[in-house]
């Protein structure tokens, strides 16, 4: 396999024409000939540098509105030839075929046309044909020729050809080969799974995902893990299309934490009010409402001081300077809101290890999408939890029903648990957590790890009480037995909220109306393991 391959002729089209000119002017001077098609060779007559049409070379014009334009063995036969087999070069000059040693393509914006809403003509028209064959001939032929897909890697050529005298090592047409391959399958995956959804195919025979390397990360969940984070193209707001203002690189167990508390402050719209959600360890240790971000974030902290001493905090309004000074009165690894003014910015500079990422807003927890985890030999893929559950959809079970204020409390916490690992508990009193239990292997565990934490809190602010008297209390999945609801009961809970379904619901309804609780039933579990 040859090591330093010549460039000597550079097949140009591309949809993206950022960095064009200058790339092909950079080519031209090193006496590189070009050869481009359709838009790209008329962006570069107008530059003033000389082009050959691939329609002059392959001998047929574009045709069919420029779906067939490529796809010519003057073309693939330029591409694929080896240059050191005396077969392969008998068949180009025996058929007129010149060889190509750089391929610079990107392709048809598919994935920003269906992001904008296109309809389903549109999309298929923006589903490239040419330039994925084309792509993928030049990598498999990466013994001799370079393929270049991404406007990142003009630079990283031109260098090269500077460094190696107009040639390229076979390592480095290697790496841009490995690219290109990564390209098409994206390409390919973002088509198949879009098809999937514009045909309802809910579990399509093959599934693809893919994503562009958005960060390497010093580890994984721990030191001797490696590990990369990548992005998926969506525009859902949250960290992966954050923009970090300032602090150190974020780790893989600060992207996962964060991506955690934002996805639950999103639940609470700025129009009913400030609200903090606080995350340690991908669960929510203290949740508020307030009048103003920073008395929301003195409640979620009251929750759990203890745990949300490192942890990661997500406002779902712009960080202003009161909640900014509040925040660092403790050490704090992450904030993440939806904007940030000067002040508060200017004032979180003086941390500088703490990380600040702003969005352009918060994420819709109804819209649909999927979610996927790995398993031994497989995947498991599903849609992400979207439910939701307002006022009207609670049925009462027992003999009293909540107040108004109950309801309130009910639904804060319903939304809470959503977002705690199972088996979960929140209990809530006027709009902030109380006490959570979350990741336990029976619910009571839960019940009474929540209570205690309570209790806990309640000693160290100097309260008479436990703030769990008064409380509603959030289960995301039925109670089997009525011990959890009991337990509920002593730790001082008035209401509860669960989906209901357990054969033994009779029971807990029954030990609810003992115990002059009042519960509703919603219908919808939020397991999430």
């Known amino acids: 396999m040859t090591d330093l391959a010549p460039l000597r002729r550079a097949l140009i089209s591309v949809s993206d024409k950022t960095g064009l000119i200058d790339l092909a002017k950079a080519l031209a001077a090193r006496d590189v000939a070009l050869v481009s098609t359709g838009g790209t060779a008329r962006a570069l007559r107008a530059a003033g540098l000389a082009v050959q049409d691939v329609a002059d070379l392959t001998g047929y014009p574009e045709m069919m509105d420029g779906r067939v334009k490529t796809l010519h063995p003057a073309v693939h036969g330029g591409l694929l030839a080896l240059r050191e087999d005396e077969a392969h070069i008998g068949a180009m000059k025996a058929h007129g075929i010149a060889p190509i040693d750089l391929l610079v393509v990107n392709l048809y914006p598919f994935e920003e046309t269906v992001a904008r809403g296109a309809d389903y003509a549109e999309a298929v028209e923006n589903i490239d044909i040419g330039g994925p064959a084309m792509i993928r001939a030049a990598a498999k032929n990466h013994a001799h020729v370079t393929v270049v897909t991404d406007p990142e890697d003009y630079l990283p050529l031109l260098s090269e050809l500077d460094a190696q005298e107009g040639r390229t090592r076979l390592s480095f047409r290697q790496t841009l080969a490995q690219r290109a391959y990564a390209r098409t399958a994206a390409y ?3 088509v198949s799974t879009w098809m999937a959804g514009a045909t309802g195919a809910a579990a399509p025979r093959r599934r693809a995902f893919a994503g562009t390397l958005a960060q390497t990360l010093r580890y994984g969940e721990n030191p001797h893990q490696a590990a990369a984070f990548y992005r998926d193209g969506t525009d859902r707001p ?4 954050a923009t ?10 600060n992207i996962n934490d964060t991506d955690a508390a934002f996805e639950l402050v999103s639940e609470f719209l700025p129009a009913d009010g400030p609200a903090c ?28 001081r203890t745990s949300a001493f490192g942890g990661i905090v997500a406002l779902n309004g712009p960080l202003d300077l009161a ?13 993440i809101a939806p904007g940030a003014n000067a002040d508060a910015i200017a004032h979180f500079a003086t941390r500088k290890n703490l990380r600040l990422l702003t969005t352009p807003g918060l994420a819709n927890p109804a819209a649909p999408g999927l979610a996927w985890r790995q398993v031994a030999g497989g995947f498991l893929v599903q849609d992400r939890d979207n439910g939701a559950t307002s006022a009207e959809d609670l049925r009462v079970v027992t003999q009293r029903p909540p107040t108004e204020a109950e309801i309130a409390d009910l639904l804060f916490a319903w939304k809470v648990a959503k977002h705690v690992k199972s ?28 209570a205690q934490k309570a209790r806990d809190m309640a000693e160290k602010l100097g309260l008479e009480t436990a703030p769990t008297q008064g409380s509603v209390v959030a289960s995301d999945a039925f109670f089997p037995f009525a011990d959890g609801l009991v337990a509920a009961a002593e730790a001082g809970a008035t209401a509860i909220i669960q989906p209901g379904g357990s054969m033994r619901d ?12 009042a519960m509703v039933f919603t219908g919808q579990r939020h397991f999430r393991h």
């Open 244 to 253: 970090q203002l300032q602090g150190k690189e974020l780790s893989y167990n």
């Open 238 to 241: 949250g960290v992966a299309t």
């Open 323 to 335: 909640t900014a000074q509040a925040i660092t009165e403790i050490f704090t690894e992450v904030v």
């Open 506 to 517: 009779a029971d807990v309804i029954a030990a609810a109306d003992a115990a002059g609780l």
């Open 277 to 304: 959600v606080i995350v340690k360890h991908a669960n929510p240790c203290g949740v508020a409402r307030g009048a103003t971000l920073a008395e929301a974030y003195a409640r979620a902290h009251d929750c759990d």
């Open 423 to 450: 088996n979960a508990i929140v209990y809530a009193r006027d709009g902030a957590t109380v006490g959570i239990g979350a990741g336990q292997m029976s619910r009571i565990d839960s019940t009474r790890i929540a």
């Open 188 to 190: 390919d995956a973002a």
